[in-house]
Each structure stands twice: as structure tokens, then as C-alpha cells.
């Protein structure tokens, strides 16, 4: 048994929200003081600004030069729901789900658009789909970090370059974390509200230019409302990639983004990026190889999220307890946590199951990490004897 004695030390920032994410290490307003505010995004400082927020985010994501990048309303949700309005219903359309955000798109396929020729592709919580049935002949939407399960896809190795369908891909907790391989990609969502710790309601969008063909050349059956449309009587509407977005942004939100942009170039741009997130997972995995009451959701080393950490009760913690106590034992753990300002928002998803979920994206110090998981263990052993009791 773990001493139930309360740790000394405290992160020094307790934030581990899958978002909106941890800020920047020495984030803090002074940083916005800047921020074009009281004017109008379509003024020339304004497009500038938005512009200079897009150059950026295609610097340090490394995204190809014949890309487009747009930013668009709500957040990676209202990035992603663009492309399935506007992509789909040239061919079959197959999707895979493993986690809540992946149903939820494919609920969306079905029950909004009711395309009628979809195959979902499903996994439980902690494993993948058989990616080798995936048929690109059709269209293919996926998330490649499932933030919700912990599970992400080990690579795009399984994407064929032959493609005749579209790969439609939420990246949304892996982009800046995770290597994107954007020539198996024709369109790229996610918010900076994650990996970037921006704040929430804005998305990104990017377009291949297999994506902007198949914008220009088909039209799907259905209405487009505006905030959707990214096409003008068949052509694509370019302003949306040059800072004239669709929709009115929050100049302060874009000038937070920029920052945390020129963050990341100013420590080494992806690579480093990538680095910090992979080193805050492996503090975490490396801890749970030694403990026996908790392991990881995610089953297979190879597709573990290095953002998104997602952590259960192990088989052996579980054997004793009766019907509710384990799910009531992470709750528990998630109150006391915070009640100490030792840990913020570490509970699992809603659709999960019961566990905890640590964001170890790039703007966490790992050292936070490390403070962290003693906390863990005083709140298991607490926990534990208060619902066993």
C-alpha cells in the first residue's frame, strides 16, 4: 500500500484540462496588451493579423505550401462539420469510430446528412478499428488522436497514396503533438485551444488540393448554411485562407494564438513541440509500469496518446470492490485532487469509462507531470478508504 501521507510539493501549475489546455509556461495578459481590439477583423490590421496567425500556424505545423489554411467558427467541431457539409456525398463514405468524437461524426453522416452508403468502423475504448479494411476508393473520416480513449493511429502508413475518396481527418489533441503526414491528408481539422493552449471557439481548417477539387466540383444535395460555405458560385472562396474569415473572431483570442505560435517557433517550432508532449507522456507511462492499481486505457504502447493520457483502475485494483465502487473511486480522486489544488479537471470523459485523463500536450513543464503523480497515489489510497469503508 502507497503512505497516505499528503505530498509536500504541488505542480506548480495544476492545469491538466483537455480543454481549453494549459497556457504557455509564463503566460500571462501582459502578453495581449497588443491585441487589436476595438477594431474591425476586416480592416486592413485586422486581415494582417489574421494572416500573420495563418503564416505562422503554417511555419510551425510544418503544412505543405499548396495547402490551404482557413480559420473558421467553433472550434474543431465546427471545422470538421464544415468539411462533412461541404466534402461529402460524391461516393461512399466510410468512418471510424473509437472513441465519443468519432461516433459522433459518424452520427452525424447518418442521422443529419443521411448518406445512405456508410460503413462504421468501430473499437472499443482503448483499442483501434482493423485499419487494413478501411477502402479508399470511398471517403474516410477519422480522428487520428482519439482525445477521449487515449488511442491514436500509429501513423499514416495505412493511408494509401492511391486514394480515390478524401481522408477527412480531426487532428484536433494531435496537431503540433503528433507527426501529421499531410500527403496522406486531404483535410486537417483541430482547434488551438488544444496543443497551442489557446482559448476555445475558433478552429482551423486545412484543404489539400484534392479537397479544393472536389469543392469546385461537386455539390451536395443538401442546403449549406453560411457559416459552412466555402465555396461562390463553383470556385473556392479564397479571402477564407487570406484572413477574411467567414464569421467575426475574437482579435484577442487570435493575438493569444499568435503568441503561443511564436512560443513554440522560438523554442525549435515542431520538433521541440513534440518532444515536450512525448517526454510528459513517458513520465506518466513510466510511472504506471510500476504501480498495480492503475494502467493504461489505451492497450497497445504503439497507439497511446502522447497528449491525451487516459488511465484506469487495473484488474487487480477492481477484483474486491463491489458494483459502483470503481467508478465512484476515480470520481473521488478527481474532487480530492482538486480540493487540494493539486490536479484540475483529470476526470475522464462523460462517454468513457471511468478513469482518469491527463493532458500532457506541449505546454505542459513536465515538471508538473512529475509533481502530479505522487498526488495521484495519496488520492487513490484516500479515496479507496473512504468508499470501502
Known sequence: MTDVTK??????????????????????PSLLKDALLGRSHRSAPGKARLQHAIDLTREVLEVPDDYRIGIVAASDTGAVEMALWTLLGARGVDVLAWESFGKGWATDVLKQLKLDDVRVLEADYGELPD????????????????????????????????????????????????????????????????VMGGEAQH?????????????????PDWPIPKIFRLTKNGKLIEG????????????????????ALEWARDIGGLSALQARACMNAAAINEWVENKDWIENLARDP??????????????????????????????????????EGAGFDLGAYRDAPPGLRIWCGS?????????????LDWAYETARAEITA
Open 240 to 259: 477564407i485562407f487570406k484572413g477574411a474569415t467567414i464569421n467575426t473572431p475574437s482579435m484577442l483570442c487570435v493575438e493569444d494564438y499568435i503568441k
Open 203 to 219: 478552429g482551423i481548417i486545412i484543404l489539400s488540393p484534392r479537397a479544393v477539387e472536389r469543392l469546385e466540383t461537386h455539390t
Open 131 to 194: 485499419l487494413s479494411q478501411v477502402d479508399f476508393s470511398r471517403d474516410v473520416i477519422f480522428t487520428w488522436n482519439g482525445t477521449t480513449s487515449g488511442v491514436r493511429v500509429p501513423d499514416g502508413d495505412w493511408i494509401a497514396d492511391d486514394r480515390e475518396g478524401l481522408t477527412i481527418c480531426d487532428a484536433t489533441s494531435a496537431a503540433f503533438a503528433q507527426e501529421l503526414e499531410f500527403d496522406k491528408l486531404d483535410v486537417t481539422t483541430f482547434s488551438w485551444q488544444k
Open 302 to 339: 504503439e497507439t497511446r496518446s502522447n497528449t491525451s493520457v487516459c488511465l484506469k483502475l487495473s484488474d487487480a485494483a477492481t477484483a474486491d470492490l463491489a458494483d459502483g465502487q470503481a467508478a465512484a473511486i476515480p470520481k473521488r480522486m478527481v474532487a480530492l485532487l482538486d480540493e
Open 363 to 375: 505546454t505542459v513543464d513536465v515538471q508538473n507531470i512529475i509533481d502530479l503523480l505522487p498526488w
Open 7 to 28: 505530498p509536500a510539493a504541488r505542480p506548480a501549475n495544476p492545469r491538466f484540462s483537455s480543454g481549453p489546455c494549459a497556457k504557455m509556461p509564463d503566460w500571462s
